[in-house]
């Protein structure tokens, strides 16, 4: 594991209490944890504490790709610290920043992504992050 970084930020048109708590909806998880083209959530299970896990299965064709993590922080409106495990990101300290801020009508969304195994992972992640971030924006219009 490398201490390779990666951060996408979006401006979303939802209110920043909105933004936040759908990263913590189940039912809004479903709606926007979409990675890829053709890709579904069939499950998204969330215990939103510090200390809680979640755990949502992504879905390609026939492919369940199940990704989890344990929230470390959860700073109401502001911020949510969890670590990434998925069949891509082996590592155990692979870990996701969300940062929530007010911008105009809406909120800037800034996601950083830290410990890749290799540049590769890391720039796959990129490209899945900015198509969640995309999709949370048109699940929230």
Do not use: C
């Not at 209490?17 to 053709?38: H, K």
């Not at 009508?105 to 971030?133: C, Q, Y």
């Amino acid at each position: 594991m490398t201490e390779l970084t990666m951060q996408v930020e979006r401006s979303i048109a939802a209110p920043r209490e909105a933004v936040f708590r759908a990263w913590l909806d189940p039912e809004m998880l479903r709606r926007f944890m979409l990675p890829g083209q053709d890709m579904t959530v069939p499950r998204a299970d969330v215990d939103a504490r510090e200390g809680g896990r979640f755990e949502i299965v992504m879905r390609a064709g026939d492919k369940d790709m199940p990704h989890a993590g344990t929230y470390r922080e959860i700073s109401p409106h502001e911020r949510i610290v969890f670590t990434w495990e998925s069949p891509y990101s082996t590592e155990t300290d692979s870990e996701v920043t969300l940062e929530f801020a007010p911008e105009g009508d809406g909120t800037r969304v800034t996601l950083t992504h830290v410990r890749f195994p290799d540049a590769e992972m890391r720039d796959n992640h990129k490209a899945g992050w900015s198509a969640i971030l995309a999709a949370l924006d048109t699940a929230l219009a």
